[in-house]
C-alpha cells in the first residue's frame, strides 16, 4: 500500500535548520508586516487586500494553543482593520502607535507637543510645494506616497521631502525613513521593534519569536531580534539587512503560513500540549 508523503517544508533562505528549531518551542510569537508581506503594494492603498490564501492560513494560525499572532504596520490601524478582514489575533498600527488587543480594547501611545508641532510644520512644509495630495496624515507621523509615479520623478519627490524635513524633524524629536513608495517623518521613542518587544515579553520564558517583513521599518524589529528570535525579510536577495533569513515574495510568505499551519503540536514531558490562555 501506498502512503502519503509528508509535505515539504519551504525553505527559509539562512535559516536553514528553522522549521525542526520552531517545532521545539512549546510557545512561539508570530509577528507580520501587512504591505509587501501579506498584501501586494496597490497604488491605491486601501486596495491592497492580502494575497489569496493568506486570511485562512492566519486563521488557522491563530487557532493553534502554541502561537499568539500578530500584524504590526506602519498604517493606521483603522486602515489595518479595514484591509485585513476579520483578523482575531493582534493588530498593532502607526509604526506601533496604535495597538488593537484580541479582547478588542485600543491602546493608543501619544506624541508630545513638541513632536506634534513638528508633524503640523512637515505637513505645512509639503503642501507648500503642492505635495498635498501626495501626502498621508498619521497618529504619530506623515507620510509621502510615490507609488504610481515614474521612477525618476518618485526619486525627485523624495529627495526634496526629505530636504525640507531634514530641519524641522531635528528640531521636534522625529526622524525621516524611506519605506518601498516613499518617505516619512515620524514621531521617535516608539517604533515597530518596541512594538515587538512589548509583546515578546509578555510571553512566556524561552518562546520563539517570529517576524516577517519587507521594508526599511522592519529593519527597528530584525535589529532587535539578532539575538532574540528570528526576523526574516521578504523580498530579493542581496538588500542589506539585520535580518537572519530570507523569503523571495509573498507567496513564499504565504507557503511559510501554511506551513506554521500545519505544524505538530510541541507536546510536554507529561504529555499535555500547552494552552494559550484565553
Not at 535548520?17 to 501579506?38: I, P, Q
Not at 486596495?47 to 486570511?55: K, R
Not at 512637515?122 to 510615490?146: D, F, M, N, R, Y
Not at 518617505?183 to 520563539?208: C, F, H, I, Q
Amino acid at each position: 500500500m501506498r502512503t502519503g508523503r509528508k509535505k515539504k517544508r519551504p525553505k527559509i533562505i539562512g535559516l536553514p535548520d528553522f522549521w525542526d528549531v520552531l517545532s521545539r518551542h512549546e510557545n512561539k510569537l508570530l509577528a507580520l508586516d501587512y504591505d509587501g508581506t501579506l498584501a501586494p503594494f496597490c497604488v491605491q492603498r486601501m486596495q491592497a487586500y492580502p494575497y489569496p490564501g493568506i486570511p485562512g492560513a492566519l486563521e488557522r494560525i491563530h487557532r493553534r494553543a502554541d502561537t499568539v499572532l500578530a500584524i504590526i504596520s506602519g498604517r493606521p490601524l483603522a486602515e489595518v482593520l479595514i484591509l485585513a478582514g476579520p483578523f482575531n489575533g493582534i493588530l498593532i498600527g502607526s509604526h506601533g502607535m496604535e495597538k488593537q488587543l484580541s479582547s478588542g480594547d485600543i491602546v493608543i501611545k501619544t506624541v508630545d507637543q513638541t513632536q506634534r508641532q513638528g508633524l503640523a510644520c512637515a505637513q505645512s512644509a509639503a503642501e507648500e510645494i503642492g505635495l498635498q495630495h501626495h501626502i498621508e496624515l498619521k497618529p504619530a507621523s506623515v507620510a509621502l506616497h510615490t507609488r504610481g509615479i515614474s521612477p525618476k520623478e518618485a526619486a525627485r519627490l523624495e529627495d526634496l521631502t526629505v530636504r525640507i524635513w531634514h530641519d524641522i524633524s531635528s528640531r521636534h524629536g522625529l526622524e525621516i525613513r524611506r519605506f518601498n513608495g516613499g518617505v516619512e517623518v515620524r514621531a521617535t521613542g516608539w517604533n515597530k521593534g518596541d512594538a515587538l518587544e512589548e509583546l515578546r515579553r509578555e510571553m512566556p520564558p524561552g518562546s520563539a519569536c517570529v517576524y516577517i517583513g519587507d521594508d526599511d521599518t522592519d529593519e527597528d524589529v530584525f535589529f532587535r531580534l539578532r539575538s532574540r528570535g528570528y526576523g526574516i525579510r521578504v523580498g530579493e536577495a542581496g538588500r542589506h539587512t539585520a535580518a537572519r533569513g530570507l523569503l523571495p515574495g509573498i507567496p513564499a510568505v504565504r507557503e511559510f503560513l501554511e506551513t506554521w499551519a500545519d505544524l505538530t503540536l510541541p507536546v510536554l514531558e507529561e504529555g499535555i500540549s500547552w494552552i494559550r490562555d484565553g
